[in-house]
Nanobody, 121 residues
């Protein structure tokens, strides 16, 4: 059974930094991409950043230059380094992995449980 375990959220002052981690456990054939989404109260869940198996990355315009996504393939872990945090970054952050369970199956979406990030003075 595939599980995603997130860590690293919390309360930080504006201008501060946090680093989120998401580790995948369970048996998979291949990871296609790993990413982070966020959802603020009464808003839809939006993509923050994504990194593919070829290490291509894309970011939401609102976080470009402040957030960095990276991955450790040996640990099946994805990270999100968040710098220069703003109050508008406050949200629940969700890890997302698209992976193939077997070589002959279609990719599946997996989600973490979410971790709260609050930026406030």
């Amino acid at each position: 059974q595939v599980q995603l375990v997130e860590s690293g959220g919390g309360l930080v002052q504006p201008g501060g930094s946090l680093r989120l981690s998401c580790a995948l456990s369970g048996s998979i054939f291949r990871i296609a991409s790993m990413g982070w989404y966020r959802q603020a109260p009464d808003k839809q869940r939006d993509l923050v950043a994504r990194i593919t198996s070829g290490d291509s990355t894309n970011y939401a315009d609102s976080v470009k230059g402040r957030f960095t996504i990276s991955r450790d393939n040996a640990k099946n872990t994805v990270y999100l380094q968040m710098n220069s945090l703003k109050p508008e970054d406050t949200a629940v952050y969700y890890c997302n992995v698209i992976a193939l369970l077997r070589w002959d199956t279609l990719p599946k979406n997996f989600w973490g449980q979410g971790t709260q990030v609050t930026v406030s003075s």
